[in-house]
């Protein structure tokens, strides 16, 4: 691994540490809206909405740790369970254009 | 950005698989022709990058929040066809895996943030540049105004699919069936938070990223050519 990659591999790591910043913006995203938060805003949960809006069950729902204490209980399970998604999100999508990459690549 | 499963209608989220597979299908035909191994570590941190990047939600006033998607900087160094695959990758695992952004929008996002934002950068980045030299400290700059400019056209992009919705999908009666807000509500709600917040966030981290790699290796850049291959074309002219 040359020092360039190295370094930004570093930075990279240091970035999942310092992840559970982004847990203190508590507001969602426009658009973003659960169900709940969508009648509280319009005073009816649109038809198409209810069908589709079901349609997933994530194993790991908004990066915490499945089947976890939630987030609202406490700030370390959160802030565990948020480090722990960024962990198993860089292992797989790293690895995953790692092997596609080295398949493809010339020279 | 990463748009919920009902909130796009068919009409929308059909549409944009429709667009997006033979841009997944050319972007693999390009990534297979273009890609060196020594780019290899650097497209998967550019995926590991983009999706430890998007998880620093930062909050604006109203209660909203968001963050930058780290695109623009991934297409300047590995090129924006590469950049595709990193980020749709990433989107389609954070659906799975950790219910950010839908299934049904999975090509709706892939093209906001995984097409919109590595093309508009690259091309912004390049066209600022001009013919400057690549060590050259204007080209900070122009990564800096290539990486607002790339987010905030992705959320009038994600603003505009949302707010068509309650036009095309509705019930007889007029009530919309996915995204109630219509167009004047989303458009300005989209692109302001991202303009003044969010955007601001992606050319800052794209400025340093864009600044470390000048100082460390130019030849890293997509289309910039190593100092061995620079000799190499050099003694070529000669002999």
């Not at chain 2, 009902?6 to 209608?9: D, E, N, T």
């Given at each position: 691994m040359d020092k360039l990659t190295r370094n930004l591999a570093i930075g990279l790591v240091l970035l999942i540490i310092i992840a559970?910043?982004?847990?203190?913006?508590?507001g969602t995203a426009?658009?973003?809206?659960?169900s709940d938060e969508l009648n509280d805003k319009i005073g009816y949960v649109p038809q198409g909405f209810e069908e589709l809006s079901d349609l997933w069950h994530a194993p790991m729902q908004d990066y915490n740790i499945p089947n976890g204490p939630s987030f609202e209980n406490s700030k370390l399970v959160a802030s565990a369970g948020y480090i722990l998604s960024a962990v198993i999100g860089v292992i797989i999508v790293g690895s995953l254009l790692y092997f596609i990459g080295n398949k493809v690549a010339k020279e | 950005m990463h748009i919920p499963d009902?909130?796009?209608?068919p009409h929308i989220y059909i549409a944009f698989w429709i667009i997006m597979i033979p841009i997944w299908y050319y972007a693999g035909q390009k990534l297979t022709t273009e890609l060196r191994s020594k780019q290899v570590p650097l497209l998967a941190l550019s995926a590991a990058f983009s999706f430890v990047i998007m998880m620093f939600n930062i909050p604006v006033p109203g209660g909203s929040s968001g963050h930058a998607v780290g695109a623009g900087i991934i297409a300047i160094i590995i090129g924006p066809w590469a950049a595709i695959i990193a980020i749709s990758v990433t989107l389609v695992l954070q659906a799975m895996i950790f219910g950010d952004g839908g299934i049904t929008a999975i090509a709706t996002n892939c093209f906001n943030m995984g097409v919109v934002v590595p093309f508009v950068a690259y091309y912004a980045y390049k066209f600022i540049s001009?013919?400057?030299?690549?060590?050259?400290?204007?080209r900070i700059i122009a990564a800096a105004i290539a990486g607002w400019l790339s987010l905030t056209l992705a959320a009038l992009c994600a603003g505009f699919e949302l707010g068509i919705q309650p036009i095309l999908e509705?019930?007889?009666?007029?009530?919309?069936?996915?995204?109630?807000?219509p167009l004047s509500v989303t458009v300005p709600a989209m692109v302001l938070e991202h303009a003044l917040a969010f955007s601001i966030l992606e050319a800052v981290i794209t400025a340093i990223i864009f600044a470390y790699i000048q100082r460390t290796d130019t030849s890293v850049f997509y289309g910039e050519k190593s100092k061995v291959e620079m000799n190499k074309i050099k003694w070529e002219v000669i002999a």
């Open positions: 559970p910043i982004g847990l203190i913006a508590s426009y658009g973003e809206w659960a | 009902g909130y796009l209608g001009g013919n400057s030299a690549i060590t050259s400290s204007a509705h019930t007889a009666e007029g009530v919309p069936l996915y995204m109630p807000y």
